[in-house]
T-cell receptor
Framework: KAGVTQTPRYLIKTRGQQVTLSCSPI?????VSWYQQTPGQGLQFLFE???????NKGNFPGRFSGRQFSNSRSEMNVSTLELGDSALYLC???????????????FGPGTRLTVL | GNSVTQMEGPVTLSEEAFLTINCTYT??????LFWYVQYPGEGLQLLLK?????DKGSNKGFEATYRKETTSFHLEKGSVQVSDSAVYFC?????????????FGKGTKLTVNP
C-alpha cells in the first residue's frame, strides 16, 4: 500500500499571500488530520476530517482552514500568511471508525512552508 | 487539560548503552499512548503503542508500559544503535466526540555515537 503523500514538499511564500497544501491518505483511510510542527511550539493539532466533515479543530485562527473530498484526499489552506506560519505541516491518516484514538495515525513526510 | 511531559533533551549515548526517555501525561478519560519517532527530513513513524492500562508496547527492541497509577509511559531500550539516532515523541491519543486527536510532548532528540 502506498503511504500518505503530501504535496508540495517545499513552499516559499511572502507575507500576506495564501497557500494550499494537499494530502492523499492511505487507500481506505477515511480520517485525515493535520498538524503544525515548529521548533518553539512543537507538534500542534490543526484539525481532523472524516467523511468530508470537520470533526475537530485545534486552537488556531480562522486563517487556517481545510476540507476533505469524497475520495478522502484533503487540503488545508492558510490565508494572509504571517512569518510565524513558517513550519512543517504534517498530514496523518487513519482508518477512522469505532476504534477511535486506538487507531494508529500514519504520517506523511510533510510540507515545509517558509514565509518571507 | 490534556498534556504530555517528556524529559528534555538532547540525550547523547554510546552504542550499546541503555536508553530511558521519561514520559508522563495528564488526561481525562482513557487515552491511548504512543511513541513516535522522526528521522531527519521525514514525517513521524509509529514506534509502539498501548491502548489500556498495564499494556506493554514493543517494537525493534523498544518497550513502554502504560502505567495508569503513575500516569507514565516511559520508553526503554536495552542496547541502542547508531541508527536509533532520531527525535522521539510521546503522544496521547484522544477520542473527542468521535474525532481522533494526538497530543504530543515536545520531543527528545537522541544521538547515539559509535
Amino acid at each position: 500500500k502506498a503511504g500518505v503523500t503530501q504535496t508540495p514538499r517545499y513552499l516559499i511564500k511572502t507575507r500576506g499571500q495564501q497557500v494550499t497544501l494537499s494530502c492523499s491518505p492511505i487507500s481506505g483511510h477515511r480520517s485525515v488530520s493535520w498538524y503544525q510542527q515548529t521548533p518553539g511550539q512543537g507538534l500542534q493539532f490543526l484539525f481532523e476530517y472524516f467523511s468530508e466533515t470537520q470533526r475537530n479543530k485545534g486552537n488556531f485562527p480562522g486563517r487556517f482552514s481545510g476540507r476533505q473530498f469524497s475520495n478522502s484526499r484533503s487540503e488545508m489552506n492558510v490565508s494572509t500568511l504571517e512569518l510565524g506560519d513558517s513550519a512543517l505541516y504534517l498530514c496523518a491518516s487513519s482508518p477512522g471508525g469505532l476504534a477511535g484514538a486506538r487507531n494508529e495515525q500514519f504520517f506523511g513526510p510533510g510540507t515545509r512552508l517558509t514565509v518571507l | 487539560g490534556n498534556s504530555v511531559t517528556q524529559m528534555e533533551g538532547p540525550v547523547t549515548l554510546s552504542e550499546e548503552a541503555f536508553l530511558t526517555i521519561n514520559c508522563t501525561y495528564t488526561a481525562t478519560g482513557y487515552p491511548s499512548l504512543f511513541w513516535y519517532v522522526q528521522y531527519p527530513g521525514e514525517g513521524l513513524q509509529l514506534l509502539l503503542k498501548a491502548t489500556k492500562a498495564d499494556d506493554k508496547g514493543s517494537n525493534k527492541g523498544f518497550e513502554a508500559t502504560y502505567r495508569k497509577e503513575t500516569t507514565s509511559f516511559h520508553l526503554e531500550k536495552g542496547s541502542v544503535q547508531v541508527s536509533d539516532s532520531a527525535v522521539y515523541f510521546c503522544a496521547l491519543g484522544l477520542t473527542q466526540g468521535g474525532s481522533e486527536k494526538l497530543v504530543f510532548g515536545k520531543g527528545t532528540k537522541l544521538t547515539v555515537n559509535p
